[in-house]
């Protein structure tokens, strides 16, 4: 039987005073100087931005073409800075404002499927939308700042401290993903001199800071070797969905829980098959809109490519495995990240960003999730 878990300021003490030590600026250069996994995923040449008059569905193909999930927003007029813009918050504007029944109770047992048509004629009048309202609201953070430390960025901007029933998206205690950083760099040119002027250089996610903290681990805690169980990463409550569950109803019950992720099964309670996750609406277009009316098992075979079309949909012309249900067939191709309750936190933190993935469930000998583990859930344990 594992051993009672140590208080948490003290059996991460290295890490948490790692972050403390670390200026803003100086992290960002070391993190460019990451090599292999640890430097994680291209970033587009230059940072992109958005402005409040931009529409919803000009957000949705430049986030697709680049392969992102969110952006800066700036005020059309004054310039200004006023928040982020992510997936997220584009498809709490569809819950909210377009589809509010999905958010009621008993909707999904009288609505087994949703119109495509429907769907797709919806997404023409949401995505001429402006960005104004979709806005949540992102600490903005000076890249020089000899004050500021990286320990009060995961605290403060990331907010992982906030308790997780309070993650909902409509809560103001929201946890952030990721946040921007400003440099103060010269503007326009007058005769004496350039004028100065603020510019959004970098945006800094939890995962960054996971990979910071990864490239040093092993000069860091022994408790980074402890288990996920030890840890009390395993809970056995971990949220699921079934795969012919329709991916906008699915989308719905993340957002009514505040989740960033949603297990995948065959059957109720059956063992986990999947992840459905909001990073799944990556490259998800205005004109194919009606792709969260699909079961989820065909939403995530199209948007990852493996062997399902837009065309089959609209035709349904599916594979058999899809088409009679068989979803842990169907969905055998798509990877799924898991481990178990003995897997040590440290073997859980290489999955997150060897796979470049924002959640590792741990599945117990049945296949069945008891527990997860996000870049949230990593940075909350260390900063404790």
Request: proline share 4%.
């Given at each position: 039987m594992p051993g009672p878990a140590a208080q948490p300021s003290r059996q991460f003490f290295n890490a948490k005073n790692t972050l403390e030590r670390k200026h803003l600026g100086e992290f960002l250069h070391e993190l460019q100087a990451l090599q292999g996994p640890l430097a994680g995923p291209s970033k587009p040449p230059e940072l992109v931005k958005f402005t409040t008059a931009s529409t919803v569905g000009e957000a949705m193909k430049t986030l697709a073409a680049y392969n992102i999930l969110s952006a800066p927003v700036s005020d059309a007029t004054s310039g200004e800075y006023v928040g982020m813009v992510d997936v997220a918050d584009i498809m709490a504007g569809v819950v909210r404002g377009v589809y509010p029944e999905l958010l009621e109770r008993g909707f999904l047992e009288q609505h087994k499927r949703l119109s495509i048509s429907e769907l797709q004629s919806v997404g023409v009048d949401f995505c001429s939308r402006k960005?104004?309202?979709?806005?949540?609201?992102?600490?903005?953070?000076?890249?020089?700042?000899?004050?500021?430390?990286?320990?009060?960025?995961?605290?403060?901007?990331?907010?992982?401290?906030?308790?997780?029933?309070?993650?909902?998206?409509?809560?103001?205690?929201?946890?952030?993903?990721?946040?921007?950083?400003?440099?103060?760099l010269p503007g326009e040119q007058t005769p004496d001199g350039p004028v100065p002027e603020w510019h959004i250089t970098d945006i800094v996610s939890q995962t960054d800071v996971l990979r910071f903290l990864a490239a040093?681990?092993?000069?860091?805690?022994a408790a980074f070797d402890r288990s996920l169980e030890e840890l009390g990463q395993v809970t056995r409550d971990v949220q699921t969905i079934t795969a012919c569950t329709p991916t906008l109803a699915a989308f719905g019950t993340m957002?009514?829980?505040?989740?960033?992720g949603i297990g995948v099964t065959e059957t109720e309670g059956g063992p986990l098959i999947g992840n459905l996750s909001l990073s799944d609406l990556r490259g998800l277009t205005p004109d194919r809109f009606g792709a969260l009316a699909l079961p989820v098992g065909s939403?995530?075979?199209?948007q990852k490519g493996k062997g399902l079309r837009w065309e089959d949909c609209l035709t349904e012309q599916l594979p058999p495995a899809v088409k009679e249900g068989r979803w842990s067939e169907a969905l055998a191709s798509i990877p799924l990240v898991a481990v178990k309750p003995s897997t040590t936190f440290r073997e859980a933190i290489a999955n997150l960003i060897d796979h470049n993935k924002h959640r590792v469930y741990v599945v117990d000998e049945e296949g069945k999730a008891v527990g997860v583990v996000t870049p949230t859930d990593a940075l909350r344990l260390v900063s404790a």
């Open positions: 960005l104004g309202n979709l806005l949540h609201g992102g600490d903005l953070w000076f890249k020089g700042d000899t004050e500021s430390n990286l320990l009060e960025v995961v605290e403060t901007g990331f907010r992982v401290r906030v308790p997780p029933k309070l993650h909902a998206p409509h809560h103001h205690l929201r946890v952030h993903h990721r946040v921007a950083v400003f440099d103060i040093r681990i092993d000069k860091l805690d957002h009514r829980k505040g989740l960033s939403f995530l075979l199209l």
